[in-house]
């Protein structure tokens, strides 16, 4: 681990990305909330942070805002392109898991799936 800037010692540099001291929380983390318009209290509650923790990393943000959103874009093409290659290897493996026999016994409980599925997507816009 190493500090992020002397100025502020509650942000370190982690194998995750910059960090909140003390915590596994990142300040991509952070980000992700304030750009879900969050408001500094409910993040600093969701994310169980102090009043310390959560003013240090605004702070931070703030000083080193194009650094940092540099380093956030990268996080979330990174995140994408780990989304895609799960959601590739489950629809493999569940499209093997749909071709399988059902067993015996359990009809009811397969109608009762497939009527949920259609409800579902029935309410969807």
Do not use: C
């Not at 650094?67 to 959601?87: F, G, K, M, P, S």
């Amino acid at each position: 681990m190493t500090i992020a800037s002397n100025h502020n010692s509650s942000i370190i540099r982690t194998e995750r990305g910059l960090t909140i001291a003390g915590t596994r929380i990142t300040l991509y983390d952070v980000m992700d909330l304030l750009k879900a318009e969050y408001p500094p209290k409910l993040i600093r509650d969701k994310l169980n942070l102090t009043n310390e923790q959560i003013n240090s990393a605004l702070s931070y943000l703030k000083i080193n805002h194009d650094r940092v959103e540099a380093e956030y874009q990268e996080v979330l093409a990174n995140r994408q392109e780990i989304r895609q290659y799960w959601e590739e290897r489950n629809r493999e493996h569940f499209n093997r898991i749909s071709t399988m026999p059902r067993k015996p016994g359990k009809e009811a409980l397969w109608a009762k799936l497939e009527e949920q599925k259609v409800k579902r997507a029935s309410e969807q816009p």
